[in-house]
């Protein structure tokens, strides 16, 4: 897929702007001026272009006014895309309008990683540098594959079924390192980021087993980060840069692009709210991640643009449960991943003369019903619906890994492969996954020491035990001996 063909740059899809105002204008007459312009963008969007060719975008005004907000008071942008579609969460006109008219600095994040092999994270940083030359790009996870399962990935990601993707210790993702240093070469000296470098010292040398959400909670964490979330005023602030010295970081992006683990992969552990927003309606949060660091993090939207509906549902762009017919989609990734092969399903009429051994949507959601056991709650058949729609969430949640390439990669893929960054990166996971291994060796040594400990403290216990019972009276250990003295 070409950015130019998903997003068509200078159309009509080209994202929402604030409207113009003037100081005079009152807060109601700016209000209004941004409704009628927002009726007015969506007017021209469907006059130019039918529904069914549109993918599902946000319609929400008050959403779109909090990435105005956090665009106009971010000293830094960070967009975040998912690293197996990056460029179906990469608007190029959210960076034109970032780096052009509103002159800050953009930084693209390429998270999951752990989802693709190193090439293609390569691939795709390459692509998008030499595409977007005012671009900083890194890469971020925060859930690097174990050893065990890693070898098998690289070789193809499609052909592997994954494990759920669980975050069990602290500090462990691969990223905020990165992140450090390119903030630090766009900020200079004009903000003190030694306070992070110190807090990231501070969290690799006590990587710990992540505790429970109640006790991450209850634990009074010196160097953990203040979240506050509040009704906030989105209306026009004129911006001021790095702000009685703190540099602010706006955190923007797609739905289910994995935001809100990139900001805990970032603090070290499960970031926890000051207050609660009141009501149902979700503003953006500010978490100041160090006293000179604060990251906006604005709720994900998705920008109109120009994929069919299956690659919607894959993406994780179209909710699923609003998903009507799953089975376009269900065919369109059996089409890029041998699925009966991937779950090890017995076709449902492989038992029957002349079966020719083809495969449909419908086989293959059937055979995963059987398989897993759902079925209807009346007539107590093959639920198709439920299966399909588990294997949807498979594939969103990474478990089934369908990713995009970049253009040419098969091309150069032996290039990639031994690109000098793809073997740096290697070695960065093989560093973690060490010292993950590590702390697991010294957990099982110190959970073997103390139940080696507790054995010998019972045995102690034991023994007193014994000792106190020879000094009793036989009466008292033994009521019933007494009728035998008679």
């Excluded at 105005?68 to 460029?87: F, G, K």
């Excluded at 996870?141 to 079924?161: A, C, H, I, N, R």
């Excluded at 056991?373 to 949640?397: E, M, P």
Aim: a negative charge; one cysteine or more.
């Amino acid at each position: 897929m070409d950015l130019d063909d998903i997003y068509q740059p200078g159309s009509v899809l080209d994202i929402p702007k604030r409207p113009p105002w003037e100081y005079k204008m009152s807060k109601e007459a700016i209000d209004n001026r941004e409704v009628e312009y927002f009726k007015d963008y969506l007017r021209q969007i469907y006059e130019k272009h039918r529904p069914e060719d549109l993918s599902y975008f946000e319609f929400n005004l008050e959403t779109w006014r909090q990435l105005w907000r956090v665009l106009e008071m971010s000293d830094i942008v960070l967009l975040i895309t998912d690293i197996r579609h990056p460029a179906l969460h990469f608007p190029p006109a959210l960076y034109d309008h970032v780096v052009n008219e509103l002159k800050r600095h953009i930084i693209l994040v390429l998270n999951k990683t752990d989802l693709v092999s190193p090439s293609i994270v390569i691939a795709w940083k390459h692509y998008f540098q030499n595409k977007f030359p005012k671009l900083h790009v890194l890469t971020f996870t925060s859930f690097p594959k174990d050893e065990s399962e890693y070898e098998q990935f690289v070789t193809d990601p499609g052909k592997t079924f994954h494990k759920r993707r669980r975050r069990r210790q602290r500090c462990e993702a691969i990223g905020p390192i990165e992140l450090l240093d390119a903030v630090a070469s766009i900020v200079k000296d004009k903000v003190d980021l030694s306070s992070w470098q110190e807090k990231m010292a501070r969290d690799m040398a006590e990587v710990v087993e992540q505790e429970d959400d109640d006790e991450d909670e209850e634990s009074g964490d010196e160097g953990a980060a203040v979240t506050s979330r509040f009704e906030v005023d989105t209306s026009y602030h004129k911006h001021e840069e790095y702000k009685d010295g703190v540099v602010t970081i706006g955190c923007v992006g797609y739905t289910n692009v994995g935001k809100s683990s990139l900001l805990n992969g970032l603090v070290g552990t499960k970031v926890v709210s000051v207050s609660k927003t009141p009501g149902h309606t979700k503003h953006f949060q500010t978490i100041f991640l160090t006293p000179t660091v604060r990251l906006c993090d604005c709720p994900g939207l998705v920008f109109p643009s120009l994929v069919e509906r299956p690659m919607q549902i894959l993406a994780g762009i179209y909710p699923i449960a609003q998903v009507q017919e799953p089975f376009s989609a269900i065919m369109f990734l059996a089409q890029r991943i041998n699925l009966p092969k991937l779950l090890k399903l017995k076709h449902p009429e492989a038992d029957e003369e002349g079966h020719s051994g083809q495969w449909s949507a419908f086989d293959i959601c059937d055979a995963w019903a059987e398989k897993r056991g759902f079925q209807t709650a009346k007539a107590a058949r093959n639920d198709v619906y439920r299966a399909a729609n588990n294997i949807l969430r498979l594939a969103c949640d990474g478990r089934i890994c369908l990713c995009m390439r970049p253009p040419e990669y098969s091309k150069r893929k032996a290039m990639w492969e031994t690109a000098e960054e793809t073997l740096q990166l290697r070695d960065k996971i093989g560093k973690v996954l060490g010292n993950r291994l590590m702390t697991g060796r010294q957990a099982r040594l110190a959970a073997e020491e103390e139940a080696q400990d507790e054995e010998a403290d019972d045995e102690t216990e034991d023994e007193c035990e014994d000792e106190e019972d020879d000094d009793e009276p036989i009466g008292s250990s033994n009521p019933f001996a007494l009728l035998a003295e008679d």
